[in-house]
RNA sequence: GGUGGGGUUCCCGAGUGGCCAAAGGGAACAGACUGUAAAUCUGUCGGCAUUCGCCUUCGGAGGUUCAAAUCCUCCCCCCACCA
């Protein structure tokens, strides 16, 4: 099956420029495409495993895909999906961000293809340009009447509240001609990217063909975007209660990673084996009979965290999440369960230490601990019986007892159904 | 530079001197029901305090007043239109 048939399959596709030349391009290995990652976190999220995904399976087609950074655009901030003007960040904030993205993006691919990828950075052939050559080179071919067409400007204008500076207002004028440059260097002639981004994209493939049309060549560029992810209760995809999930297991546990997409909607779930695993269409049948059969065993959820944990962590990080959940979600008795088993399962939780005699109150080791916000607060899920102690439900004013200790040293509290603090003492 | 409209607790958004920790909605959190799901229902939703209560907040700084998110002064920021 043709790569672009196999996007297509998995609902990846959400609209393209000429899908048969664009068809036709991806039947010859070796294509060349981009898909941009501005710096605008210390980390990627899950939204942004769709693209990096993408990039990959074109890797594994046979093609060859180049992972821009945007060292040059980050500085700028794209309007695109975004209600309103964004801070500028320090140019020093950005360079660190986009060393850390740039090793993750590494990681994820070395790990997924066996390769080292292709990355590039906008600020290399963006950094020397003067104002003038901007302007003269680039900008005069576009009208700005064109520019306000566009999605991500129009939005802006039209509402009343809000504007649009003339930096942002640049940024596709940049893009494009990121997209130009990596043509002419590079015979890239797709640029992968969110829903969000046609404009941009479709601005840079107007820009190829006006700018090579000059040198009388008229060459031609395609824009393909993904569907902006959606679940199916209306909330955003990748954020959990703690705010977005991310690729970095130092922002994001391995263990809140793979429980994000363990917690994945029924109705979203086969959807998601699509878009982000490898499997392919008789795997997805398979889980989709499954999960028919046994919904309460969620065969799918399963599978997805799994696999996409292992892509994002590791086999060796998925066992050991796979055993912490085992050891908090599973039947047994929490006090049944070795101590050293149940300290390494909650290494992802958080965790709090205290000297012997200085052991605090339920309330304020809840708030130590980070699973709540005051110890207001504390008491008030303690009153509501939210709060649990080894697995038994803790009372209200209930004293910590000698007992409670699993093994002499540790507790194990939780807050809800699912979140879990390891307390040490010693 | 001119004119007009704005800046309220996580978000939206009421609130024009006391009844305001501040309506309503959303989000979020907890409980019940479940399948670590969805939907639904209930409770919570600035901080501290077991109760009384105390403290901090309505762009910023001052001021008037027994009393200010609400009035006055200056300043900062945002938006629209005009120049």
């Not at 495409?33 to 995904?53: I, K, Q, R, W």
């Not at 080179?137 to 999605?151: A, I, R, Y």
């Not at 779930?269 to 499954?290: C, H, N, P, Q, Y």
């Amino acid at each position: 099956m043709n790569i672009y048939e196999d996007l297509k399959w998995r609902g990846l596709i959400n609209q393209v420029s000429d899908e048969d030349k664009v068809r036709e391009y991806l039947n010859t290995p070796g294509a060349v495409m981009y898909c941009g990652f501005d710096p605008t976190a210390e980390s990627l999220h899950v939204g942004n495993l769709v693209p990096l995904l993408c990039l990959v399976r074109m890797k594994r087609a046979g093609h060859h895909p180049l992972y821009l950074m945007g060292g040059a655009t980050g500085r700028i901030g794209d309007p695109s999906g975004k209600d309103k003007e964004r801070d500028l960040s320090d140019p020093e904030v950005m360079e660190t961000r986009l060393e850390k993205i740039k090793a993750q993006v590494r990681r994820f691919v070395e790990r997924n293809t066996g390769d080292r990828p292709d990355i590039v950075n906008n600020y290399d052939w963006t950094k020397d340009m003067t104002a003038i050559e901007l302007l003269r080179d680039v900008g005069k071919h576009f009208t700005v009447n064109w520019m306000l067409q566009k999605e991500s400007v129009k939005g802006r204008i039209d509402r009343d509240d809000v504007g649009i500076s003339y930096t942002e207002f640049s940024y596709m004028i940049l893009q494009s001609y990121d997209f130009y440059h990596l043509y002419r260097t590079r015979k890239c002639r797709l640029q992968i990217g969110g829903g969000d981004q046609w404009g941009n994209i479709t601005a840079g493939c107007e820009f190829i063909r006006r700018r090579t049309a000059i040198d009388g060549e008229q060459a031609e560029a395609f824009a393909l975007t993904f569907p902006l992810l959606t679940t199916a209760s209306g909330k955003k995809f990748g954020k959990s209660e703690k705010g977005a999930i991310y690729l970095n297991a130092e922002v994001t546990s391995p263990y809140a990673f793979y429980q994000y997409f363990y917690n994945t909607d029924d109705r979203d779930v086969i959807r998601f084996l699509k878009l982000f695993t490898f499997l392919g269409s008789d795997d997805v049948a398979a889980m989709e009979k499954e999960m028919e059969e046994a919904p309460h065993l969620r065969p799918a959820q399963k599978r997805l965290a799994e696999e996409v944990t292992r892509m994002i962590h590791g086999q060796h990080e998925l066992d050991r999440v796979l055993a912490a959940s085992e050891a908090l979600f599973g039947t047994g008795d929490l006090r049944k369960v070795d101590p050293a088993t149940l300290r390494a399962a909650l290494e992802s939780a958080p965790h709090r230490h205290y000297a012997p005699g200085d052991v605090p109150d339920i309330a304020q080791m809840l708030v130590d601990l980070g699973l709540v916000p005051s110890k207001g607060q504390a008491r008030k899920d303690i009153k509501a019986g939210g709060v649990y102690l080894g697995g038994e439900r803790v009372a209200e004013n209930q004293e910590l007892a000698e007992t409670d200790f699993l093994g002499g040293d540790l507790l194990v509290l939780r807050k809800g159904k699912k979140n879990y603090g390891l307390v040490t003492r010693g």
